[in-house]
């Protein structure tokens, strides 16, 4: 599919005044502009400025706060329950490492619930504030309103995606950990539907339990399922990992399942970790550059495919896209166009280069 390439500084302007224009309040149009940003940066296509047209679409509903604060619901020196009303993820969570890296300094750790957020965006795209400082980062989210994952056996969708995200520094670089449950995304089956493609591999099961590479199998009546992460084989790995994520969330926030909370909306469970309340952080960044380059210099199985530290490709990437511009495909220009219309705005102008 071909892609136009854009100015990362332009498209953050462009998405900070389509937020500003359909009434989020100025302080926060920034951040979730970046936010977005970050994700195309980043190559995480899906959870980039692809989400911008959702999120305006979900503020002309009232499906988001538009401007507040969040309201601290319990509190303790290092650990601490806000209810986000809603208002913008990509604000809420900044807000909340921000704080974190403040309090960790302090307290060692620092742990934050946040019930009721609007959606977040791509995971990666908070770790590197985190892990510049020399500290490590977990962010974890879930939507309780969602079931799109099927549980290891079952043939009926109970958990959503799940995704969790570590960031991990080390003396060369941080390592950037960001994984879904599952075998694959909404983002991802609602791309590959609208496409008309097949998974290259059984990620889905129909609604009789058959493995498929079908992502038609997730809209039919009864609904079909993504798959746990491992599959038919070790899928119980998955399942474990995505009820830690909703316990993380949706339990120490007590805004889950058993609740029947309604809209689109997240639970947030985010920590920060000093390494100088432990072992040092000398000791710390030199043990994960050490392991970090035994990746690296690990004999591989395929020489077309070499060994790589999680996050490494999408730190070159992120470089490669501030010098030379960030590709968007020609569904997701038309996304922004559409609402630059409704807006009264202007898309900003491509460097004049396309590309496969």
Request: glycine share 12%; charged share 20%.
């Amino acid at each position: 599919m071909t892609a136009q390439v854009f100015t990362a500084s332009d498209l953050v302007a462009f998405a900070s005044e389509a937020l500003a224009k359909a009434g989020l309040s100025q302080r926060f149009c920034q951040t979730v502009a970046s936010i977005l940003v970050e994700g195309d940066l980043m190559g995480h296509t899906t959870h980039g400025l692809a989400l911008l047209p959702a999120y305006l679409a979900s503020m002309a509903k009232d499906g988001m706060t538009l401007e507040g604060d969040p309201e601290v619901l319990n509190e303790r020196p290092a650990a601490a329950l806000w209810d986000g009303r809603l208002l913008p993820g990509p604000w809420l969570i900044s807000e909340g490492f921000r704080t974190a890296v403040e309090k960790a300094g302090v307290f060692g750790t620092y742990s934050l619930s946040i019930r009721r957020s609007h959606h977040t965006a791509s995971l990666v795209s908070y770790l590197k504030p985190v892990t510049d400082r020399g500290m490590m980062a977990i962010l974890a989210v879930s939507d309780p309103t969602e079931a799109c994952v099927a549980p290891f056996g079952a043939a009926m969708p109970v958990l959503s995606t799940n995704p969790i995200a570590f960031g991990i520094p080390g003396v060369d670089g941080a390592a950037a950990v960001d994984i879904s449950t599952s075998e694959t995304t909404n983002g991802m089956v609602n791309r590959f539907r609208g496409e008309g493609r097949q998974f290259g591999h059984e990620w889905l099961i129909d609604a009789e339990g058959r493995p498929s590479r079908d992502p038609a199998v997730r809209f039919t009546t009864p609904p079909g399922a993504i798959m746990p992460l491992g599959g038919f084989s070790s899928g119980h790995k998955g399942t474990g990992l995505g009820m830690t994520v909703e316990a993380l969330t949706h339990g120490l926030s007590g805004n889950g399942r058993k609740t029947k909370p309604e809209g689109w909306q997240a639970n947030v469970f985010l920590q920060v970790i000093d390494p100088d309340a432990f072992g040092g952080v000398d000791a710390f960044l030199g043990e994960n550059s050490f392991l970090a380059q035994a990746i690296r210099d690990s004999r591989p199985a395929d020489r077309e495919r070499l060994p790589r530290v999680p996050g490494e490709r999408g730190r070159s990437l992120r470089q490669r896209y501030l010098n030379e511009g960030v590709p968007l495909s020609s569904g997701i220009v038309a996304g922004l166009q559409e609402w630059a219309d409704r807006l009264d705005l202007a898309v900003p102008e491509t460097d004049g280069s396309d590309v496969e």
